[in-house]
């Protein structure tokens, strides 16, 4: 497997942790999440950037053998 894929695997993985990490302190109202209400935004848009990186390293990197 190829180190970009890999490299690809983690940032979507981080990017979807953002994502529910985001959501989860928006709808939580900044309560728990170390975060407030509006700044939850940050992580959310720092998990969808993370998210699409990810997927499109993964899915234009090509296999070697």
Not at 20 to 47: C, E, N, Q, R
Request: proline residues 2%.
């Amino acid at each position: 497997m190829n180190m970009k894929r890999i490299f690809g695997a983690v940032l979507t993985i981080l990017g979807i942790i953002g994502i529910i990490w985001g959501a989860y302190a928006f709808l939580m109202g900044g309560d728990g999440a170390m975060v407030g209400k509006f700044t939850s935004a940050v992580p959310f848009v720092v998990g969808l950037i993370f998210f699409f990186a990810g997927i499109n390293l993964v899915k234009t990197t090509k296999d070697t053998v």
